[in-house]
Nanobody
Framework: QAQLVESGGGLVQAGGSLRLSCAAS????????VSWFRQAPGKEREFVAA????????YYADSVKGRFTISRDNAKSAAYLQLNNLKPEDTAVYYC???????????????????????WGQGTQVTVSS
């Protein structure tokens, strides 16, 4: 059974940095594209960043472009999200998720569609104080 476990969240001051990790198990991680989402209290879950199963391509939401970096290490079955220059509006629970299809790269217009992902982690809280 495929599982994802996020870690690395915490409390940080505005302008600070965090590195989130997503550890995968239960299936061939290197065959699946990975995305990060976040959900703030009272808001819908929103797309943050995606990385192709091979690691060659990445895609970011406009709100985080230039501040966040997604990466992966297929040898370790892990994905990462480096968060720099954090802002209070980045406060949310961050989730990683894997594409429901192997060796598939979602078109930009579909990458934020929740139903395109079949495995989700439990989330890690990121809180940015002003």
């Amino acid at each position: 059974q495929a599982q994802l476990v996020e870690s690395g969240g915490g409390l940080v001051q505005a302008g600070g940095s965090l590195r989130l990790s997503c550890a995968a198990s239960g299936r061939t991680f290197s065959s699946y594209s990975v995305s990060w989402f976040r959900q703030a209290p009272g808001k819908e879950r929103e797309f943050v960043a995606a990385i192709r199963w091979s690691g060659v391509n990445t895609y970011y939401a406009d709100s985080v472009k230039g501040r966040f970096t997604i990466s992966r290490d297929n040898a370790k079955s892990a994905a990462y999200l480096q968060l720099n220059n954090l802002k209070p509006e980045d406060t949310a629970v961050y989730y990683c998720a894997t594409d429901r299809r192997e060796r598939h790269w979602l078109p930009n217009r579909h990458v934020q569609t929740l139903s395109e992902y079949d495995v989700w982690g439990q989330g890690t809280q990121v809180t940015v104080s002003s």
